[in-house]
């Protein structure tokens, strides 16, 4: 064998190593815990209707093929999981995000994001 095709194989093996032992070095964006105040929120103008709600996004990645999870769907989701609609008259408030990256399985992983936070129902904003 040449000695450049020698080079050549060890060079495209080494890359496949890189991707291999590296496949979830976090392509994804960070996210943060995230706490919202609400400064309309005063006495009695409020109900809790959920307590703890959880909704998650899952995302992929297979090599250089990305699908990213994101912190709209979890919200929707964590709605649709409480029964309620997303529609404005509930606020969602207490809210943290957690992001993972699951199993490294090597050419790939399934990252997601986990919302969890108090939904509440306005009940009048005069007071």
């Given at each position: 064998?040449p ?5 050549a ?14 496949a ?18 005063k006495g009695?103008?409020y ?19 990305t ?13 649709f999981n ?17 992001n993972t990256y699951g199993t490294?399985?090597?050419l ?20």
């Amino acid at each position: 064998m040449p000695k450049t095709l020698k080079i050549a194989v060890a060079v495209m093996l080494a890359a496949c190593a890189c991707v291999l032992f590296t496949a979830c070095q976090s392509p994804f964006p960070q996210t943060k815990s995230v706490g919202l105040t609400v400064n309309y929120l005063k006495g009695r103008n409020y109900e809790v209707v959920r307590k703890n709600a959880i909704g998650k996004s899952e995302g992929w990645r297979f090599l250089f093929f990305t699908q990213a999870p994101n912190y709209p769907e979890a919200v929707r989701n964590l709605f649709f999981n409480a029964g309620l609609p997303q529609n404005g008259e509930y606020e969602l408030i207490n809210a943290t995000s957690e992001n993972t990256y699951g199993t490294d399985y090597f050419l790939g992983c399934f990252p997601t994001i986990v919302v969890t936070g108090d939904i509440i129902k306005l009940t009048d904003l005069k007071k």
